[in-house]
């Protein structure tokens, strides 16, 4: 594809380029751009306005005893969480409709208590985001090229160093030796 002329707008309409066509094989392909659910009639399920499933809002059930639906054929397009949250009610809303109590929140892996060991600088919660390089607004606004550039080595290795650890700032008590005094809680055991 590439920007024709300028609409009555001034919008550059994308246009195909003759001859930049490919064939490719794929074993499988998910397509999942601008798509709406399409519900045959067969089943028997309400729908409403852009064709998604009717359901009640507390429990994520249908107008079919037994049956739930969530996720983007009830909402429409929406973010992976908000699919995700409608999978876990409509789990714990199965759950208790074979006799559970619908409480869902299992552990499958034990939590593992991190090690509040990071280092020697203070200030570590604090390092700023390195921001992520992009093209300039006058060189994407003529083209299809990808806007964000990605992190050079030094960047790379600078944002790596982050913390990225903060729930451990609750786990740490204040320092009580002076800063040339700290050792490592493995240190302090010997």
Known sequence: MELGEPDASGRRRPMSIKGSEFTMEFDNIIAAIGQQPEIPARFGLKVSRGNTVQVDSATLATNIEGVYAGGDVVTGPASVIEAIAAGRKAVSSIDKYLGGDG??????????????????DDDFAYWARIAVPSLPVEQRLNSFEELELGFDKEAAI?????????????????????VEAKISPAESYK
């Open 158 to 178: 600078a944002e790596a160093k982050r913390c990225l650890q903060c729930h451990l700032r609750l786990e740490i008590s204040p320092v009580t030796l002076p």
């Open 103 to 120: 409480i869902i929140d299992e552990e499958l892996i034990p939590k593992e208590k991190p090690n509040p060991w990071l280092g020697r």
